[in-house]
């Protein structure tokens, strides 16, 4: 609960503190944490939300949300793709969905870990 009250605190005066439209937060446990948002801002903890880097990917694109599973994350955003990063890495690699349109979310559930979008 601690850690949930901490990332949320940080999360907020972070926001103040680098630009306002982060649209989605994902933690691949206590240390490495990401944050998306709009103009391709990307957010991101190697220190549990103690400190933060700004890094801007493409300011084309809104990234909407973030899931992690296993040792990666995926990233939707609002031109129908996917993408992809290592937990420990910041590179993205770009998937097309066949969909035009913003995905506004991504989870996977099940044993075989398939993937939800939303639109």
């Known amino acids: 609960m601690k850690k949930a009250l901490l990332l949320c605190f940080t999360l907020v005066i972070t926001s103040f503190s680098f630009s306002q439209g982060l649209n989605s937060v994902a933690s691949s446990g206590t240390n490495n944490i990401l944050a998306v948002g709009n103009t391709g801002k990307i957010l991101k903890s190697t220190t549990g939300g103690s400190s933060w880097n700004s890094f801007t990917i493409n300011p084309a694109v809104n990234y909407k949300s973030i899931t992690q599973t296993g040792n990666y994350y995926f990233i939707t955003g609002d031109n129908g793709k996917i993408y992809k990063t290592v937990i420990t890495e910041l590179n993205l690699s770009e998937y097309n969905t066949g ?21």
């Open 99 to 119: 969909i035009t349109t913003s995905l506004n979310s991504v989870f996977f559930y099940g044993f075989a870990k398939r993937i939800c979008l939303r639109q």
